[in-house]
């Protein structure tokens, strides 16, 4: 035994939602780890996982192993039949049938389960069926819980919106004569469990009935398996029979002591064995009707040649063949399969086999007898030439002796079938001579052989009155003690082929179906062929029996199946789809949960890291502004400012975390504080975060009146601290242009914004200061003598300081210093139009036109303000975001502010001192 899964990978594979169970056993099956989730993905969906509790340990146990059974007898065909998949893509797609899960070697059930399906009288039986009040215990106990599990099942697959459903408690319920459940996963013979089930059926519809059981047991002969001892045998009135089986009236004939003798009985065919030798349907049909025994053995043990007639005692509804392509082969002691091509058609007539037309039948045959002798000499020329040497077609041999000997030529001569340079064209054209007239043989041979045909067809004409259509073929792929089986059953409403491959349902074409049902690709090839009569077609066809319709269509249940429903029933199925929805919506919740806590991961750690970062880069800066990258890092940043301990908001800064990771993660981006949230959801949401974050990470389980108030007040605080940033990031890009114009026209708007701020904010102080700088910058710019006077700045700063913005802590001598600078540009250019200017200062006349000026905005500008007021999102900001631009952009135009104006903003620091500072001191200054 391999040493057991360490517990880290168990908890793995536990948390994707495999069974311990099946981990330990894919474990035990598997080389590596990479062996162990393959094995694994194969054989079970997590969404679909057995539920571990005492009661069904055992049964679960059974149930995976039955499921590592099936994958190691055939891996490579079971990776197509299991997946595992979300609920959500569970979900069945409108127009399909619902397919079924296989839980192990179960797959040629399914198929059949999905034949009967197809059959509206058995499942109108099976739904309108009413247990007994009083079930007693014992085998027909057991046949009554399998018909419940069944019309459960059949409910399931008419009204459920999921791709498959489960048939593990139908298959777990049916059992043998003795009562034994049938174990899961072993079983290989398809007749015999399937003879089990249909008289478990019948014996559970009889006994509802209050009828004798129709079920007689006789003793069973036949290879080895786990049905021991005893099979059972339908009575031919039971209505089981009367849907799926085929009554046979055996008639011996025989010489005893030189005297004729008969003898005849009847037996029930649920599958009439057709062997794959005849090569055809109708042949092989024939050919169980009529059997000669050369070697039989009379009463007085007298070795005899005898003839056994197999004749149908009436037309059955269903009429299905089991080819036989299962053989012993002495040489290897084995079973093999042979995939020999079996041909048949979708339209079939059972007249020449039927009782009453035995003796019309047998006449014909034997006039039939000379041309099928002549069949049977072509088919032996045909073989000779398709299994030359019982191996090759010769028509490929010659093509390849052909390709071989053209070869051997110059041309290549890197080949290694190059041999060297050789003359061989008298053989290769004799060689394509005979390829020529073996192909033309064949033709030759096959057109004999049809037109021999066509004339047994047509001496048959007469026998026509009872129709049956091709309704399903089960498909074998594999080998005989292995494969997998897939069924191709046809609505004939819709003229389509479905492939049922377990939970997988897909539409086929016809070409496909017949492809793999005739055996074109070795392994691959027809097991059970199942007609129905023409009548039932007919009547399908007429009005639809099934929609193949979800809940969610108008049409759904608006057909045959959906009216055999009781109310309850359909209450049921709409109980069924409702806790599949729940599922769904659980599966959703837990993903949309699990990328949640992924993004409030992802997010704390960035604001928190980002922080640090900041808070360490401008530790030495003490005029700066609040930190803006984000939403949470300029409430942290707030809170620094309002307490030193920095903890006060730490609570409301997770939940702000939380926000933007929901509105991240969720579609209606509406937010965690939008009220949108169910209570269940918060609760997962909460449990969640206190599994997977410690209490230093995660936000608290709610968040207080108090800390919703502080959201709201520093949600509009950050809101105009961005606009605020935006306007004061413009000043400085145009003071660094010198575009002293539009500087006036945004400071003059900004002004106006932090009038109602605290004294003590960043933006009131940098409005203040900026209220200063600005004209003294204008103005001493334009004092040298070398210098060129703008007398358009000159009138809209007039216009700007005739407001007298924060006068109340101008400087003092603040009027006087802007009236010597003004006279100080008048002595130096001596302009009459300054001296307006000086006027109007000292006078505070508002000109309108300048005024108008003062308060216009560029759309250039405004537009340029959105581009980075709206960078900055209070709900949707992005961990990619690695830069703050107004924060830095205020750092760096403060800093070149002082490259570009270093002498004016000492003018500025001079204007502390009590005296004005003459001319003489200003361009001392400036200079």
């Known amino acids: 035994m391999k040493t057991p899964i360490n517990q880290d990978l168990l908890d793995q594979y536990i948390g994707m939602g495999f069974s311990k169970e099946l981990i330990n056993m894919a474990w035990e099956e598997s080389n590596t780890e990479a062996d162990v989730i393959n094995t694994l993905l194969t054989l079970s969906d997590k969404n679909n996982a057995l539920a571990n509790t005492p009661t069904k340990q055992d049964e679960e146990i059974l149930l995976n192993q039955a499921l590592i059974d099936s994958y190691k007898t055939n891996p490579q065909v079971s990776t197509s039949t299991f997946e595992i998949v979300s609920p959500e893509q569970r979900k069945r797609t409108n127009g399909v049938p619902c397919g079924l899960k296989n839980v192990g070697n179960t797959c040629y059930f399914n198929g059949l389960l999905q034949t009967y399906f197809f059959n509206s009288d058995f499942v109108k039986i099976i739904i309108k069926?009413?247990?007994?009040?009083?079930?007693?215990?014992?085998?027909?106990?057991?046949?009554?819980?399998?018909?419940?599990?069944?019309?459960?099942?059949?409910?399931?697959?008419?009204?459920?919106?999921?791709?498959?459903?489960?048939?593990?408690?139908?298959?777990?319920?049916?059992?043998?004569?003795?009562?034994?459940?049938?174990?899961?996963?072993?079983?290989?013979d398809v007749g015999e469990f399937n003879t089990y089930f249909l008289s478990r059926i019948g014996e559970g519809l009889a006994y509802n009935e209050h009828q004798p059981s129709k079920i007689e047991e006789q003793p069973h002969e036949g290879p080895p398996s786990i049905l021991r001892m005893k099979s059972s045998t339908i009575h031919d009135e039971d209505v089981v029979s009367k849907l799926f089986f085929c009554k046979v009236h055996h008639y011996l004939q025989f010489d005893q002591a030189g005297i004729p003798q008969n003898r005849d009985n009847t037996e029930l065919y649920n599958f009439i064995p057709i062997d794959l030798k005849d090569g055809n349907l109708y042949d092989g049909f024939d050919n169980f009707v009529v059997n000669s025994i050369e070697d039989f053995k009379n009463d007085l043990?007298?070795?005899?040649?005898?003839?056994?007639?197999?004749?149908?005692?009436?037309?059955?509804?269903?009429?299905?063949?089991?080819?036989?392509?299962?053989?012993?082969?002495?040489?290897?002691?084995?079973?093999?399969?042979?995939?020999?091509?079996?041909?048949?058609?979708?339209?079939?007539?059972?007249?020449?086999?039927?009782?009453?037309?035995?003796?019309?039948?047998?006449?014909?045959?034997?006039?039939?007898?000379?041309?099928?002798?002549?069949?049977?000499?072509?088919?032996?020329?045909?073989?000779?030439?398709?299994?030359?040497?019982?191996?090759?077609?010769?028509?490929?041999?010659?093509?390849?002796?052909?390709?071989?000997?053209?070869?051997?030529?110059?041309?290549?001569?890197?080949?290694?079938?190059?041999?060297?340079?050789?003359?061989?064209?008298?053989?290769?054209?004799?060689?394509?001579?005979?390829?020529?007239q073996v192909q033309k043989k064949k033709e030759i041979l096959q057109n004999q052989y049809n037109d021999l045909e066509d004339k047994i067809q047509a001496s048959y004409n007469n026998f026509k009155g009872n129709k049956y259509q091709l309704q399903s073929v089960l498909i074998h792929e594999g080998m005989a003690n292995s494969g997998h089986y897939y069924t191709y059953i046809k609505d004939f409403r819709l003229n389509k082929w479905f492939k049922f491959n377990d939970i997988r349902v897909t539409e086929e074409t016809r070409e496909k179906v017949f492809q793999d049902a005739i055996g074109v690709k070795p392994g691959i090839n027809a097991y059970l062929l199942i007609y129905v009569k023409d009548e039932f077609v007919q009547e399908e066809v007429k009005f639809p029996k099934r929609l193949y319709s979800t809940s969610t269509e108008k049409d759904y249940l608006q057909d045959s199946y959906g009216s055999f429903l009781s109310q309850s029933q359909n209450e049921s199925i709409k109980r069924e789809n409702q806790l599949f929805q729940n599922e769904i919506e659980d599966y959703k919740q837990a993903r949309i949960i699990e990328r949640i806590a992924e993004a409030y991961q992802t997010r704390f750690e960035f604001v928190n890291e980002h922080f640090r970062t900041l808070v360490n880069k401008t530790q030495n800066i003490k005029f700066k502004p609040l930190f803006t990258q984000n939403f949470p890092i300029y409430v942290k940043c707030k809170a620094s400012q309002i307490s030193n301990q920095n903890t006060q908001h730490d609570n409301l800064i997770k939940w702000i975390i939380l926000d933007s990771a929901f509105r991240e993660v969720q579609e209606n981006k509406k937010g965690i504080f939008g009220g949108q949230i169910s209570e269940n959801f918060q609760n997962k949401l909460i449990n969640k975060f206190s599994v997977q974050f410690n209490e230093f990470k995660r936000p608290s389980a709610i968040l207080t009146q108090s800390e919703q108030n502080d959201l709201n007040k520093f949600e509009q605080e950050y809101l105009n601290y961005v606009n605020l940033g935006s306007w004061a990031t413009i000043i400085l890009e145009l003071l660094e242009k010198k575009d002293f114009i539009q500087v006036l026209q945004v400071l003059q708007s900004l002004t106006k914004k932090v009038k109602t701020l605290e004294q003590q904010s960043y933006f009131f102080k940098f409005t203040k200061n900026l209220k200063i700088l600005v004209p003294i910058i204008i103005i001493g710019k334009m004092i040298p003598k070398e210098s060129q006077v703008n007398l358009k700045e000159l009138q809209l700063l007039q216009a700007y300081l005739v407001h007298n913005h924060f006068q109340y802590d101008d400087p003092k001598l603040w009027k006087t210093e802007i009236s010597i600078m003004l006279n100080a540009i008048i002595e130096n250019h001596n302009q009459q139009a300054v001296k307006e200017i000086i006027n109007n200062f000292e006078a505070e006349n508002k000109i309108k036109e300048n005024m108008d000026l003062l308060e216009f905005l560029s759309e250039e500008v405004q537009n340029y303000q959105l581009v980075i007021s709206s960078a900055y999102e209070i709900y949707f900001w992005s961990t990619y975001q690695k830069q703050d631009q107004i924060f830095d952009k205020l750092l760096e135009g403060m800093n070149k502010l002082k490259q570009l104006f270093d002498p004016f903003i000492k003018i500025q620091q001079a204007l502390k001192d009590p005296q004005p500072l003459m001319k003489e001191d200003l361009e001392k200054i400036i200079k």
């Open 129 to 188: 069926f009413q247990p007994p009040a009083q079930i007693e215990q014992g085998k027909q106990g057991k046949s009554i819980q399998l018909l419940q599990n069944l019309q459960h099942l059949f409910l399931s697959m008419i009204g459920s919106d999921k791709k498959y459903v489960d048939p593990s408690d139908v298959i777990k319920s049916i059992c043998d004569d003795f009562g034994n459940v049938l174990p899961i996963g072993d079983q290989k």
């Open 301 to 436: 043990s007298e070795i005899v040649c005898a003839t056994k007639y197999n004749w149908v005692q009436g037309a059955p509804q269903t009429l299905s063949f089991q080819i036989k392509r299962v053989a012993y082969n002495k040489e290897k002691n084995d079973l093999v399969k042979q995939n020999d091509e079996f041909y048949f058609e979708e339209e079939i007539y059972l007249d020449r086999f039927l009782y009453e037309n035995s003796k019309r039948y047998l006449d014909i045959r034997n006039q039939n007898r000379e041309l099928k002798d002549k069949q049977k000499a072509i088919k032996q020329e045909l073989l000779q030439l398709s299994k030359f040497d019982d191996k090759y077609d010769l028509q490929d041999v010659l093509q390849t002796a052909v390709k071989f000997l053209t070869m051997q030529s110059k041309e290549n001569p890197q080949n290694p079938a190059n041999f060297g340079p050789s003359d061989q064209t008298n053989t290769i054209e004799q060689l394509q001579k005979y390829q020529l």
